[in-house]
């Protein structure tokens, strides 16, 4: 009975997140942001014939959970897009004196091209920065999700017991709840590297008032750390994220926006395990939550407003006089 009790809660709670009420955030991009707690990620069942189905029994268990929401695989998409086009438009200009450079270049249509397309893609990816920066405030301050996505010292342990496991140390690899410490890390990393390559960017972007600040050195310290920063992103994106979402086991949430039982077990035991015990956070209440949101909506596009406009300062500022390529 207590499975069947857990499973009529968990698709109320389905049915709930269908019809809008989803309090999930993401990260992945990744993967992956601070993001939903246990009670968010909700089962489902499978759909195509009865066999797949699982039997209507005291022991059936959802086959499928729910992960990311089609906002959060949206964003991800966004991500992915800005910084593909980034990385397809800076290398060649990060190494423009090599032969290689120059053909990718040349390929692209010429230098000023390439940089309008990489000037764009940044836009893109400061847009969508802001965007997830004002759903996550949402989530904290309105439906006071939890901070699944902050690490903790837990995952400093799950860190060394992971390592141990791998090199035959440790018995078991660690038990993780929704967010393990490498996708923690992962996020927090995309931070990180957006806030270098924003203030970096800036200061390429408009290097003429860059320096009524700051005194030369800072232009090629800024290209130096600009292009450096660029590079670890690339290198982790294709050594960490690539081997552990495509390679290692290749992960369709992000793309079905579910989960499986098998993954849930693998990867995510004591979600599971918290999903299993019926462990849900408590509704809002629809007053305090309407109260919140008359507070949060007004001061939020005040924000947004501000933020747009920094961003289209921060784009017409200056015409930028650094030439990448000799013309």
């Not at 906002?71 to 980034?86: P, V």
């Not at 309105?142 to 901070?147: D, H, I, N, P």
Request: glycine share 8%.
């Amino acid at each position: 009975m207590s499975n069947e009790t857990n499973m009529s809660k968990n698709v109320m709670t389905h049915n709930a997140a269908t019809a809008g009420n989803d309090a999930s955030v993401t990260e992945e991009t990744a993967g992956r942001d601070i993001a939903p707690g246990p009670a968010e990620v909700v089962p489902v069942t499978a759909q195509a014939t009865d066999r797949e189905r699982p039997a209507q029994t005291g022991d059936a268990q959802p086959t499928h959970y729910k992960r990311f929401t089609r906002a959060q695989r949206i964003e991800h998409a966004l991500l992915f897009i800005s910084f593909t086009t980034l990385v397809i438009t800076g290398l060649p200009q990060l190494y423009s004196q090599t032969w290689v450079g120059s053909i990718a270049i040349f390929s692209m249509g010429g230098i000023e091209l390439v940089r309008i397309l990489h000037r764009a893609a940044a836009v893109l990816l400061m847009l969508e920065t802001i965007f997830h920066g004002g759903v996550v405030t949402y989530k904290v301050l309105v439906k006071r999700v939890r901070l699944t996505m902050m690490p903790g010292w837990q995952d400093i342990k799950d860190g060394f017991q992971a390592l141990g496991y791998n090199f035959g140390i440790a018995k078991t690899p660690p038990r993780m709840g929704r967010y393990t410490f490498g996708e923690k890390v992962e996020y927090w990393a995309v931070i990180w590297g957006t806030v270098i390559m924003v203030l970096t960017g800036f200061m390429l972007w408009n290097p003429i008032a860059t320096t009524r600040f700051l005194p030369g050195q800072a232009i090629p310290a800024a290209k130096a750390a600009h292009g450096g920063e660029a590079l670890l992103a690339i290198l982790s994106i294709i050594t960490w994220h690539v081997y552990h979402v495509h390679i290692k086991h290749f992960n369709r949430s992000i793309f079905t926006g579910h989960i499986s039982r098998h993954e849930m077990e693998e990867e995510h035991p004591l979600e599971l395990a918290a999903i299993e015990r019926g462990e849900e956070d408590a509704p809002v209440d629809p007053v305090r939550l309407r109260r919140r949101q008359q507070i949060f909506y007004p001061v939020a596009t005040v924000i947004s407003l501000l933020l747009l406009l920094g961003l289209y300062w921060f784009v017409t500022f200056e015409q930028t006089a650094i030439v990448t390529l000799p013309r």
